[in-house]
């Protein structure tokens, strides 16, 4: 059985590689087109180190996030504080995609630590979308993976390496008219991406259609033992029989008049949220139709917390961030701002200065947010309940899915249904479409473009958004999302809600 | 030692002059007051690589040649744990009587410091490893009474890099070796009472990890560190109930000693004085024995300690309990106890065994049928010093139980003497793989056991001699050693000692 899994699985990418090869030539050409006015690739491989390499992904280009090591390109996170840093290491998914054939051409632009949804914040300036096309209105093509999202977008490589922890890989995909698919927690190894947060962190991935976003999936998608938190080969052996057990979902057959026949959907009431466009609004009922005629079962269903989730979210995220970035000192790597006559007595003043000068605005921020939310005082008040409402979280999609957590169960059988429980949930990605890049004053305001997607990292589930039809010229995306482990059916359910022109 | 005499409701010490003035001292000082005293120790596990990282643990190597990513903290690099490191947290946990917890989870604790790459430790400090579990003090420890002490916790966690200040003025050298080298944090009770019980605890502790190979508690190498919690009370009141101080950096036993009751000597004055204690980290200057604050209460930090989120729960199951149990060798104390009577051992040569690993096992399979004194001499004079010399473990010698107890028969039946027989140690030692047999033949070392033929020598040789012979007659018996020397140098010093000396004796007497 596994035998023919894998062979067919080996046959349909190399049918992927017929379908519209972009040739390293057209690659190069959409760069020196779009990128002087997206800025989405501050780094880029020049065309002559490129070389062809054989595998499922032969001919493919891509571009990887600045937080992903993949050396010799430096891995500046869009800071100051790394921005002449190369990494001794390579990231695993990055080299998965070299093995596989794939070619990197460029690291893309990002908010600096990927904290941000605009791509404002970066070291290397701020990147762009390339909607409206044939505008000199420049929008944002939101963040923090912007620069990924952007170069997916302008056709500058065929898929790109993202990370998304609250919303990072979807939002901007949503904003660029492109695909963005963040996957189960622990899917794809993070050895090599530069830690956020780490509970939260997720690489992912963007590209034009599904059928890429699964090609590039099922190659980084694999164990790595020098990350803990990746999936265990046994982890996924379990996930894949217990998804498979599932007897009331028809088997994928592209011909049949309903292909997801059995497939229950769910749209989340909490969802609906005060600041949800008109536009977003319509999307979101467009699509639940178009799920309706493909054979799906749309039910309503309701996730209390989910109002909670946005400031619980900020809480557990910069705790954290504080965390993860305490090692940037400037001494075993990095810029170094070296300490004044004055506070080189005091032990932790020696990195203050390399600290203040090399982090932007949001990082500090963040950081001093996060350290505060951590201190002894604050910690019962806020960081506590904010675990807390991210384990409630959790409860409630347990209690909507019908596939059950592969982490809180035993059983190797999904239950015969249950007719409350739903297969998936559409919502919409973000509120809106994309604004002007530069016009965000209040920095917490630019937080509640999270709310549609950051739920997601905190249950650890697979979500992605694929693009739904365009207002006033700007795209606009629609999310689906599923049970911990379940990324088949989100891909499955993705291909049939994106355009279907190639 | 003291011997506190009764007189009319006042107790007074009868002692040794020699004595007097420190135990004196110290009594009429703690009359009426009480310490509680607990201990903190930093034990390296002697795990081949760190806790978290595949990078070599070895000591004392090259400034940051034993570095990984993940110990520098470079970004996108992750901690992968090391299985050998959570093995012998657990044995060590099992020799304490301890309880493994079936489920314990790391945190990270945070602050800025040079010999902290990441900006903070992984530790486990809510759901450590092992909880529970205590240590037996008594005779054969050094303590006149029985005492147990607890321990309240046992945590794996990661070991700083280190830093070292005033070679560079302005400067501080930082060295990544270190950084990330498994620790267990052993956490007692505050059962102790004494600064004696408290060395002797440590001395017990050492003796225990040693002996089942956890780690080689060397507090001069740093494999073993101390910090010990400091509070005295009132006799009768509740023991707890002092403010206690935190004495660090105690790098010795003798240390450990004088600073514990330096402290304690201090808090009951202050206490006298009618002052509060502050509570406070304080060092030990052994000139002047005193302990001196080196952080105040407010200077400690807040590190906010956070569950780590890259390094999931460890779950061990009873069955990887009771392979563990299994394997762990007999504690020192059942060795002791069975070995003393068994072979008729002082405790002081069992103790010394027990200070090389795989030693006394070693002693035990030699000694079947020989000698035990005889083995034992061998061991802890000629193999030890063999071993001193070459800086080695026994454990990593070349010496068999065979090939020893072949040097030990050779001797015993008069074969060889004892310098060849050191010879042969050596040889084994060095690698040889030829029986002894095989050497001696090799070497023509065969004694010389046949009087007669020594009679014919030293005919020969006072024939030689005819001035020392008289000598020798007149009185001078010392000239004896002149043809004893004379004797082993004709027979290559193939002549057993005794025998030459007992026939020249006999031949030079019969020349009177």
Redesign the interface.
Known sequence: MQLLLTRIKANRLRTACRYSTQSLKDTYKAINAHNPRLNALPHIHPPSSIQEANGPLSGWSFAAKS???APPLP?T?GSHT?AS?T???V?TAVSMLEQAGARMIGTSNMDEFGMGSLSQTSVHGPAHNLHPEHSSALHSPGGSSGGSAAAVAARMCRVALGSDTGGSVRLPASWCGVCGFKPSYGRVS??????Y???LDSVGILARSTRDIRDTFNIVSAPD?????CMSKSLRTRIHALSASREWISRDTECASEPLRGVRIGVPSEFWVTELSPSAVDAWKQGAAKLSSLGCDIIPVSLPHIPHTLPAYYTLAL??A??NL??F?G???GTRHMPTLST?AN??L??AQTRSMGFGDEVKRRILLG?FV???RA?EHY?LPSQRIRRLVQREFNRIFALPNVLCTTNTKADARNVDKVDAILFPTATDTAPVQGTSDNPVTAYVNDVMTVSANMAGIPAISVPFGLHNGMPLGLQIAAQYGDDDIVLRIAHYLEPQAA | MVDTGDRGGVTVPTVDVSELSLVLYRVLTTTGFKATIGLELHVQLLAAQKLFSAASAKWNEPPNTNVN?AD??????????NPECVQLAARAILALNGQIQQRSAFD?K?Y???DQ????QITQQHHPIGRGGYVDLGLLDGLEYVKRIGIHQLQLEQDTAKSIHGVYP?HVL?D?NRAGVALIEIVSKPDVETADEAVFYVRKMQSLLRHIGVSSCNMEEGSLRCDVNVSVYRDGEDRLSGTRCELKNLNSLKVIRGAVNAEISRQIDVVRRGDNIEQETRGYDAQSNTTFVTRTKEAVP?Y?Y?PE????EIHINDSWIARLRKMLPETPEVVMARMMPQYGLAQEDIETMLGEPGCTAFFEQAVVGRDPKRVLSWITSEVFGQLAYRSQRLADSSITVPQFTQIIDALSSDAITSAQAKQLLIAFMDGEQRTVDELIAAHRWEVISDDGKLRVISKQLLDAHPKEVARYLKGQTRRLNFFVGKLMQATNGQAKPQNASEIMKELLEARR
């Open positions: 937080n992903i090591a891995t996170c790394l840093y990494s001794p290491f990231a993070r050895y090599g991406l530069a830690s947060a780490s509970s033992r020098r990350d803990m938190t705790a954290e504080s965390s305490a090692r000192d001494i075993r790597f080189r032990a932790s020696k990195y350290t951590m201190s002894a910690h960081y | 990513v520098a903290g470079f970004p996108g690099a992750l901690p992968q744990l990270r945070h800025f410091y040079a790459p990441l900006g903070y302005g930082v990544l807040d906010r956070m989120p890259d390094v999931p």
